[in-house]
């Protein structure tokens, strides 16, 4: 049973992520991804970006990383004959964990539907992120023309930037408008991006606060919230999963929404969840450039400590967290 044998690439910086299914025999003998001399991935790629295609393995990784372009497959090991898809058995997932833990992919991206059909079946029950599929830059695919290709491939360059879906006061997505994370200033009277916190409570009573990177705003203060924007697409509850797997490492066993804010300085609408865990209290993942420490405490040091947290709309929808 051949297994994987190309390491993934991506950085801290990778904002998208583009899974194939299995490395062609090609691929295996270059020790690369997308080695087969037909395939377009790389040619289409540098057309989105507007850059010449890479021709070495070295140029090949230098482009991604500058393009914030995280590459890996969907399977670590298979039965497969040749670099035939369709002969593909007994699949064992590659582990995308390394890759979410340490990087904001914005989104997965799958090459092709035999991708699309192994992420679904393999990866989505345990990632819990659903994947845009594009068309395979495969030579077998050549009914898609090169043109046709990048012009299709052109959202992975789009989604380098983080995009949001635009609300209004009431929480009701506004149709056909896009934000930019970075654009707040230029949103319209009246225009908010949805934000998601997350307090969580462990089984046993006590409660995760994370210390902020020192680099960021408000750097080494504590706060007792995960959180963060929800990307286009995604629901509130979807957000907040999210965005609690990234900075934290953990999927809830229970999360419910428990309020709502509208903070128009900011153009930000806030959702409010509270979510319980029995986890391994030691198997904290900080997120990189977010968080650089954590505790658990209980519920009396949590409240002594309010002033000087950065959490403020969480306290009044969680009762037992009142003075």
Not at 5 to 25: C, E, N, Y
Not at 111 to 132: D, F, I, Q, S
Request: charged share 25%; proline share 5%; net charge negative.
């Amino acid at each position: 049973m051949p297994v994987h044998p190309i390491s993934p690439v991506f950085d801290r910086d990778s904002k998208v992520l583009v899974l194939g299914s299995f490395p062609s025999v090609k691929s295996r003998e270059a020790g690369f991804f997308y080695g087969h001399p037909q395939n377009r991935f790389w040619k289409v790629t540098a057309a989105v970006f507007g850059e010449v295609v890479p021709r070495t393995i070295e140029e090949k990784r230098a482009f991604l990383l500058r393009n914030h372009v995280a590459v890996w497959d969907v399977i670590h090991s298979c039965d497969i004959e040749g670099s035939s898809d369709a002969s593909i058995r007994n699949v064992v997932p590659n582990d995308l964990s390394m890759i979410l833990n340490t990087a904001a992919i914005n989104t997965i991206y799958v090459n092709g539907k035999t991708a699309m059909k192994y992420y679904e079946r393999y990866l989505l029950p345990t990632v819990h992120r659903p994947a845009v599929c594009l068309p395979s830059t495969s030579p077998a695919n050549a009914v898609w023309s090169t043109e046709r290709l990048v012009a299709e491939w052109k959202c992975i360059k789009e989604r380098k930037m983080e995009l949001w879906d635009a609300y209004d006061s009431d929480f009701k997505i506004i149709p056909g408008v896009t934000l930019v994370r970075g654009e707040e200033a230029t949103f319209a009277d009246g225009v908010y991006h949805l934000v998601c916190e997350i307090i969580l409570k462990h089984a046993d009573g006590t409660y995760l606060i994370m210390q902020r990177d020192p680099r960021k705003a408000y750097g080494s203060m504590w706060e007792a919230t995960a959180g963060g924007s929800a990307l286009r697409g995604e629901s509130p509850f979807e957000g907040a999963v999210r965005e609690l797997r990234e900075e934290t490492g953990i999927i809830a066993d229970r999360m419910i929404e428990v309020g709502r804010v509208v903070n128009p300085p900011t153009h930000s609408v806030y959702a409010e969840f509270f979510a319980e865990t029995s986890c391994d209290k030691d198997s904290v993942v900080l997120q990189e450039g977010e968080t650089v420490a954590y505790r658990w405490i209980d519920r009396e040091t949590l409240l002594a400590m309010k002033k000087e947290l950065l959490t403020h709309r969480m306290w009044q929808f969680v009762p037992e967290l009142q003075d």
